[in-house]
């Protein structure tokens, strides 16, 4: 129904960027994407909440990425971006995809995840 890919994760050293993206496919069209966001989950840590996208563009972050983060989305590809800077080594997790859907014809809410990718902070 709807699939959600991500891309762009990798190996970076401390200090660095990278840009994380992720599309989602919709084979039917009565489905629109509401809220976009990314999580991460770090090894033996719970997943939390990185950034978050309205589809009217309102963003929120975790206080660990202000002013490092920027989550921003293309509504007209289904695409949500994620550019992080100044990267840390406690940055470094798998990084999922997730969004809230609707469908219109079923009046019914769903939510999917990514399969991840993971972003790797070292020297």
């Known amino acids: 129904q709807v699939q959600l890919v991500e891309s762009g994760g990798g190996l970076v050293q401390p200090g660095g960027s990278l840009r994380l993206s992720c599309t989602a496919s919709?084979?039917?069209?009565?489905?629109?994407?509401?809220?976009m966001n990314w999580y991460r989950q770090a090894p033996g840590k719970e997943r939390e909440l990185v950034a978050s996208?309205?589809?009217?563009?309102?963003?929120r972050y975790a206080e660990s990425v202000k002013g490092r983060f920027t989550i921003s989305r293309d509504n007209a590809k289904n695409t949500v971006h994620l550019q992080m800077n100044s990267l840390k080594p406690e940055d470094t997790a798998v990084y999922h995809c997730?969004?809230?859907?609707?469908?219109?014809?079923?009046?019914?809410?769903?939510?999917?995840w990514g399969q991840g990718t993971q972003v790797t902070v070292s020297s």
């Open positions: 919709r084979s039917i069209f009565t489905i629109s994407i509401n809220t």
């Open positions: 996208v309205t589809s009217g563009g309102y963003t």
């Open positions: 997730n969004a809230d859907f609707y469908d219109r014809a079923t009046m019914k809410s769903f939510n999917n």
